[in-house]
């Protein structure tokens, strides 16, 4: 007797449990918009489709979790919308009234930290994909003797690896699933590298990755000093960077954009570079 989702005697698919009845080539085209392999080693067609399957499951559960991709998906689209907007405008001849701002990108304004805190998600994920894309296009416009330089070959690794631990944050932007303090920050650093304050996008980084707090964790009891300890003493101001190696990671890579965006778009200003 065939079994349900292998194949009858003469060789044509049999329905599979579930429903979940689908072509090889249907399949192939799913893994492959979701960067996964299109077959792992000794899989076969109904096994593929059964991971095909169960990361669509796991993925609807996020979806369901964080707000629904559809939300994230149509803000990203207004995002994308709004950018060839401006740069129509900036073909017409017409300037923004942030003129600072990064040409053609849509501005992180910080006030949504407080009001619309959900917005801010699909405005740093573009920006910041954004700014890693013209990161490797930096890499790619290199002359050919400096690409095969030692230093070129370890700027292009360096780049390459930065793409690599930003992964995570990505997909934490996708899932709108950032603790609020983090998510705060990390707008500010988007918001002054658009504006082009370098040195204040360096103290929101400072303050996102080493903290700053005057007190040693753990001092709670200062005599008359106690509750001001105790203010100080908040998420805040604790180092997100010693939480996990993934954070630290995608933090550091943080800081590598800033000195990228700094160099492409230099301020006017000169006290506003980092130093």
């Known amino acids: ?61 996020g979806h369901d979790k964080h707000g629904g991709q559809n939300d994230f998906k149509k803000a990203l689209e207004d995002v994308e919308s709004n950018e060839r907007e401006m740069q129509a405008k900036g073909k017409d001849g017409k300037k923004d009234e942030k003129s600072d701002a990064q040409d053609g990108m849509t501005l992180v304004e ?22 890693l894309r013209e990161w490797g296009e930096s890499m790619e416009e290199r002359p050919e003797a400096v690409k095969r330089s030692t230093q070129g070959k370890l700027a292009a690794a360096t780049q390459v690896q930065s793409a690599q631990y930003l992964k995570p944050l990505f997909k934490n932007l996708r899932s709108r699933n950032l603790p609020p303090d983090v998510l705060a920050r990390i707008a500010e650093i988007v918001h002054y590298m658009q504006v082009r304050q370098y040195q204040r996008a360096n103290d929101s980084y400072l303050r996102l990755s080493i903290g700053n707090a005057p007190w040693p964790i753990g001092v709670t009891m200062v005599g008359i000093h106690e509750r001001s300890a105790r203010e100080k003493i908040s998420t805040d ?20 954009l ?6 492409k778009y230099p301020p006017s200003d000169l006290t506003q570079l980092m130093g």
């Open 1 to 61: 007797m065939p079994m349900s989702g292998g194949r009858d005697t003469s060789g044509s698919p049999m329905p599979e449990s579930g429903g979940f009845n689908i072509s090889n080539e249907e399949a192939i085209r799913r893994l492959r918009s979701k960067g996964q392999p299109v077959r792992l080693f000794g899989e076969t067609d109904r096994e593929r489709r059964l991971r095909l399957r169960a990361l669509e499951l796991i993925e609807e559960k």
């Open 110 to 131: 910080l006030d949504l930290i407080k009001t619309n805190p959900d917005k801010l998600y699909p405005l740093i994920y573009y920006a910041l994909k954004r700014t």
């Open 237 to 256: 101001q604790v180092a997100h960077v010693l939480n996990d190696e993934v954070s630290r990671k995608y933090i550091q890579s943080l800081k590598r």
């Open 258 to 263: 800033l000195t990228f965006s700094q160099t």
